[in-house]
């Protein structure tokens, strides 16, 4: 990151996946509603496992990017072995990428090894990743004051809403609602990755009374006053506004188009009852059977009553 490509192309990732997601979730939910449990991932039809690959390689191009082919020397490290201070931020790009690789590869293999938690364990392992990012995003080694720092200040409110529900999603695996407002966050990361790309590194965009400045190898977002730095602030607040509100509507008109195209599919209640219901059933009959033996006897008492006045 800190680049141009370094936030478009990481934004473009987080924007298909949240799309595939979004997609595949509304479409499975307007298919079997009644039946309806949200997968941590999707298949695809000719390869399995293309989402979490496609995250693996994503965070490895992405670890690379910034921990060799970026730095002017292929490395990260001072002559000593310490990091320096204009790497910093280079190791926490490097680090959310660590953990978004470590959730595809265990998605992988708890999918393979077919465990009864797997589902559960993966949400639980995206939630990690979502918090390593939320913490390093918080943390940032970056200047929080300026214009990138607001950027990264709006980008943590989306973060939040991706960790919430991944974690109400392991305990809420049947609610569409989770996985749709989850959807919706990752591919808005990926809007405000992009926008950030574009709105903080084209000159031709950067607000009136800023410029770009060189800071530590970087270039970075500077204002000539307080007021143009409030001004730029406030243009990105509206941006971002625009933004929620635009992917609210795209996100709405997708899933009435979606449940148009896949109506609901006819579904067929099993013959043989579960074991617990049967017991329940058999219980509730003999019950029933008692109660209507008591009814005779009762009446068989009063037939008799009736034979001995006579």
């Not at 530590?216 to 243009?235: F, I, N, P, T, W």
Request: with cysteine; hydrophobic share 45%; glycine share 8%.
């Amino acid at each position: 990151m800190g680049t141009l490509v370094g936030h478009v192309a990481p934004g473009f990732g987080f924007l298909v996946i949240g799309l595939w997601q979004l997609f595949n979730h509304i479409k499975l939910h307007c298919l079997h509603p009644k039946s309806y449990v949200a997968p941590p991932w999707f298949p695809t039809p000719f390869f399995r496992y293309l989402e979490p690959v496609l995250i693996i390689l994503g965070s490895l191009a992405s670890i690379a990017m910034e921990l060799v082919i970026g730095p002017e020397a292929h490395q990260p490290f001072d002559a000593d072995g310490t990091i320096p201070s204009n790497h910093l931020h280079n190791f926490e790009h490097a680090s959310i990428s660590l953990t978004f690789l470590i959730y595809a590869a265990f998605a992988i293999a708890l999918d393979r090894a077919k465990l009864k938690q797997r589902d559960g364990m993966t949400l639980l392992l995206g939630a990690v990743a979502f918090g390593q990012q939320l913490l390093m995003f918080h943390l940032h080694s970056a200047d929080h004051m300026g214009v990138e720092g607001q950027y990264h200040w709006l980008l943590q409110t989306v973060i939040v809403v991706s960790l919430a529900t991944a974690l109400i999603g392991i305990g809420l695996p049947r609610s569409f609602m989770v996985s749709f407002v989850r959807s919706i966050s990752i591919a808005f990361q990926g809007v405000w990755f992009v926008v950030m790309g574009f709105m903080l590194w084209t000159p031709s965009l950067i607000p009136k009374g800023c410029f770009m400045n060189t800071e530590e190898g970087h270039q970075v977002v500077r204002c000539h006053s307080d007021e143009a730095l409030h001004r730029a602030k406030s243009l990105v607040n509206i941006e971002f506004s625009w933004y929620m509100a635009a992917m609210a509507v795209f996100s709405m008109l997708l899933y009435l188009f979606l449940c148009r195209r896949y109506p609901e599919a006819p579904e067929y209640l099993p013959l043989v009852k579960e074991e617990g219901v049967q017991d329940d059933d058999e219980d509730l009959e003999s019950q029933k059977r008692l109660g209507e033996s008591d009814s005779f006897v009762e009446m068989g008492k009063g037939m008799r009553g009736m034979e001995l006045e006579r």
